[in-house]
């Protein structure tokens, strides 16, 4: 847990690495990690992506909290802690997947978008609430939500942001955020996606 802590801490923006060839993995977490990420997320409806999670995991180690998207069943959680994984993201909030991952000791971060979802993730013991889509929801809902959610519980804002909205959804409210196309697709090379994160984290250090 100290590390996510600490990561969470230190640069809360997790890259999602949707459509990442397992060729590409480690080049490509090098150049998030070189920028300063320290939390890469592989969703599991992309190509191979346990040999790409195995690939990171054995790459950085503990310098960074490696983990899986779009986890749907229980299998997928321990498939995912098999490659060396330690954060499981998921669309819902489905409690088995929660159980299993909380079981095994990861950080469980579910979809949510209204306040039932919300608190029922957080009797679950999810880690981090993932509001997605959070373009839809905008930083007034977020900060909406902020004001009745526990002081302690921590949310990412995921879907749509960008370095333009990064800042109005850190200041409703939002502890970290999830970032996708914005920041990575599979025909990008390394040097635009290194263009793009250095993009994020200027906006990140303008806050």
Excluded: H, Y
């Excluded at 321990?78 to 000791?105: C, F, H, M, Q, Y």
């Excluded at 679950?124 to 939500?145: M, N, R, S, Y």
Aim: net charge negative; with cysteine.
């Amino acid at each position: 847990m100290t590390l996510w802590t600490d990561a969470l801490s230190d640069n809360p923006m997790i890259a999602i690495l949707r459509g990442l060839e397992p060729d590409r993995a480690v080049e490509t977490a090098t150049i998030l990690v070189e920028a300063g990420f320290r939390i890469i997320e592989v969703p599991l409806n992309s190509p191979d992506p346990l040999t790409s999670i195995r690939a990171i995991s054995e790459a950085f180690g503990n310098r960074i909290v490696t983990g899986a998207g779009t986890v749907l069943c229980p299998e997928d959680v321990r498939a995912v802690k098999a490659a060396g994984g330690s954060l499981i993201v998921s669309p819902n909030v489905d409690e088995a997947v929660g159980a299993a991952a909380k079981t095994s000791g990861m950080i469980w971060a579910p979809g949510v978008f209204s306040p039932t979802e919300a608190f029922r993730a957080l009797q679950l013991g999810a880690d981090l609430l993932k509001f997605f889509p959070a373009e839809v929801l905008g930083p007034a809902g977020i900060k909406a939500l902020r004001a009745v959610l526990p002081a302690d519980a921590r949310i990412a804002a995921v879907g749509g942001v960008t370095p333009v909205t990064l800042a109005d959804f850190k200041l409703a409210g939002a502890d970290g955020f999830g970032l996708g196309s914005g920041l990575f697709k599979p025909e990008l090379t390394g040097a635009e996606v290194a263009l793009r994160a250095k993009g994020f984290l200027s906006a990140l250090r303008a806050i």
